[in-house]
T-cell receptor, first 111, second 116 residues
Framework: KQEVTQIPAALSVPEGENLVLNCSFT??????LQWFRQDPGKGLTSLLL?????REQTSGRLNASLDKSSGRSTLYIAASQPGDSATYLC??????????FGGGTRVLVKP | KAGVTQTPRYLIKTRGQQVTLSCSPI?????VSWYQQTPGQGLQFLFE?????QRNKGNFPGRFSGRQFSNSRSEMNVSTLELGDSALYLC????WGDGRERNEQFFGPGTRLTVL
């Protein structure tokens, strides 16, 4: 059974500090790992997708790594801003386009 | 290019009623998946459709059903509503249907269902 875990469930950082968000998964045969952002009451915004054959993916201030052997992915957000406050979710992609989600990390960036 | 759209955005129903939610995928996308999000259970996979066929189903009772039309638009239906069905229902679309590594999924804004 696929399981995805995100620890911590919440964290608070001062503006300008780098954010490090962790995601653990149990299925080494994943197709991909996708990171999303969710603002309160809203849908999910795709941030980055890392294919199983890749080790990392970058977009602007965001960088995500993937280590299948240890079952871990990490999302780095450089120089955090108050606008980065949101819940960040990781999801493991499998056959049939099924995504298995972690519980999310709620981030608060204080001005 | 327009994103994934879902209608209605908000719904209030009473126990025992049924409800139909609609999802229009990004133009050209042929796969549509549905998810339920609740504070207690998080995001859970309901089902996925590709070329009008349900290919994958999550662990939900038969009261939850769906379909996909030839233009890739999808609907999901929940019959005999229960209080526990109150949730944010999200749909996602993707270009391919074979779970390719680069098959990124894009989500709509969701439909907030409240069952009284």
């Amino acid at each position: 059974k696929q399981e995805v875990t995100q620890i911590p469930a919440a964290l608070s950082v001062p503006e300008g500090e780098n954010l490090v968000l962790n995601c653990s998964f149990t299925d080494s045969a994943i197709y991909n790992l996708q990171w999303f952002r969710q603002d309160p009451g809203k849908g999910l915004t795709s941030l980055l997708l890392i294919q199983s054959s890749q080790r990392e993916q970058t977009s602007g201030r965001l960088n995500a790594s993937l280590d299948k052997s240890s079952g871990r992915s990490t999302l780095y957000i450089a120089a955090s801003q108050p606008g980065d406050s949101a819940t960040y979710l990781c999801a493991e992609g499998a056959a049939g386009n099924k995504l298995t989600f972690g519980g999310g990390t709620r981030v608060l960036v204080k001005p | 290019k327009a994103g994934v759209t879902q209608t209605p955005r908000y719904l209030i129903k009473t126990r025992g009623q049924q409800v139909t939610l609609s999802c229009s995928p990004i133009s050209g996308h042929r796969s549509v998946s549905w998810y339920q999000q609740t504070p207690g259970q998080g995001l859970q996979f309901l089902f996925e459709y590709f070329s009008e066929t349900q290919r994958n189903k999550g662990n939900f009772p038969g009261r939850f059903s769906g379909r996909q039309f030839s233009n890739s638009r999808s609907e999901m239906n929940v019959s005999t509503l229960e209080l526990g069905d109150s949730a944010l229902y999200l749909c996602a679309s993707s270009l391919w249907g074979d779970g390719r590594e680069r098959n990124e999924q894009f989500f709509g804004p969701g439909t907030r269902l409240t069952v009284l």
